[in-house]
């Protein structure tokens, strides 16, 4: 398990490590975005993670590609479809609601 704190809303929840962000996020009942069903080529579940960074999986390829094209990308960007948590607790920001 995974402790799990969504921003700006200020949820908490322990999420099941292994897991991807987008798949937490919505289990913790919020709303978060995606066209492309998590296969991380639309872009539109982009969030930042403030605190947990080194307990996701690593950027892969795909995902850093997609990234780059996007505005508004920092150093704490990531793909809620593509970040898989591990067992330390995240802290994410998400960028839009639906």
Known sequence: MSTLTILPAGI???AV?????FQAIKAAGA??????????QCG?????????RKSLS?????ENEK????VGVS???????QAVLGEEPVTVE???FV
């Open 17 to 21: 490590a292994g897991s991807t962000l």
């Open 12 to 14: 908490t929840f322990e």
């Open 44 to 52: 539109a579940c982009h969030v930042y993670v403030q605190e947990g």
């Open 31 to 40: 709303s978060i975005m995606s066209k492309c069903e998590g296969k991380g």
């Open 75 to 81: 150093s704490k960007s990531r793909l809620a479809c």
């Open 94 to 96: 998400l960028l839009s």
């Open 67 to 70: 990234l780059d094209t996007m």
């Open 58 to 62: 690593k950027i892969q390829r795909a």
